[in-house]
């Protein structure tokens, strides 16, 4: 009961924290981002237990708080895109195609689709049949979302791989030679697409990428009763970095949503 208090005063508290994510975005030449995660008792964030029953609740809870925090896009690295990218490029039939330069390739956002679904993929090697995608991760009381991709790429992609996304319509952008600068793609996807925040939903090493980089503004993470096996926790690999708890709360089946800001 206490914790059920307080987190009911916390929550009335803070219950403008949209509008002040609005504001602190607005004064950033960067994308403002939020980490959004699942964690076990014991620290894990990969592992198998995304696929059991008992956790079913927390992935739906997951999935909702999607419309408390109120991003404009929701970004993952390589290897979790590849769940939800699950063709393989026919890269073949491009291959005589003439060069092309390497520019930032910009499709406005259709109507009706919600959020901008971002996928960082250093040299280009998923698939995609279409720009638009449902975004599992973004349904809301089994709502289906439909989001537009945009591929974060470096100079080291093919210009197969280019034909390949301008003929699906698919949104990129370059953030580097040989390896993604962060930073430089959060300030284009600002400018560019006007995406002032977003949720990184992605596995540990693209998570360490941004809090090594200091490019993750708040976190918010759904402890779930359970431990798992593995060694993956949130951030691979990780600093020292703090936070201030902005929200908590007890939500379905015992799972504990904690909700942070990063001080300064």
């Known amino acids: 009961m206490h914790l ?25 030449d960067r994308t403002f981002v939020i980490l959004h995660m699942l964690q076990t008792i014991d620290g894990k964030a990969i592992g198998d237990f995304w696929r059991k029953p008992d956790v079913k609740e927390g992935v739906i809870d997951y999935n909702t708080l999607i419309s408390h925090l ?30 092309i330069e390497h520019k930032d390739f910009i499709v406005p956002l259709e109507k009706d689709i919600e959020y901008y679904f971002i996928s960082y993929d250093s040299k280009g090697t998923l698939g995609f049949k279409s720009n638009i995608i449902n975004a599992a991760c973004g349904a809301n009381k089994g709502r289906q979302i439909l989001s537009q991709m945009i591929v974060v ?33 959060l300030i ?13 939903q992605g596995g540990p090493t693209i998570d360490g990428a941004f809090i090594n980089d200091d490019l993750i503004d708040a976190i918010s993470i ?5 431990t798992s096996i593995g060694n993956d926790t949130l951030f691979k690999p990780s600093k020292y970095q703090e936070f201030k708890l902005i929200e908590y709360k007890e939500l379905s089946s015992s799972n504990i949503w904690l909700h942070y800001l990063k001080k300064n």
């Open 4 to 28: 059920k208090i307080n987190s009911f005063k916390k929550i009335i508290f803070f219950h403008s924290i949209s509008f002040y994510y609005k504001m602190e975005a607005g004064k950033m």
């Open 222 to 226: 759904i402890i779930l009763p359970i």
């Open 188 to 200: 284009k996807l600002k400018k560019l697409f006007g995406i002032e925040k977003m949720t990184l």
């Open 70 to 99: 109120k991003p404009q896009a929701i970004a993952l690295g390589r290897v979790t895109m590849a769940d939800t990218a699950n063709e393989i490029p026919d890269l073949l039939k491009y291959e005589n195609n003439k060069k």
């Open 153 to 185: 790429l470096t100079d080291e992609v093919s210009n197969e791989y280019l034909h390949y996304c301008q003929e699906r319509k698919i949104s990129y952008i370059f953030a580097g030679k040989n390896k993604i600068d962060l930073k430089t793609s």
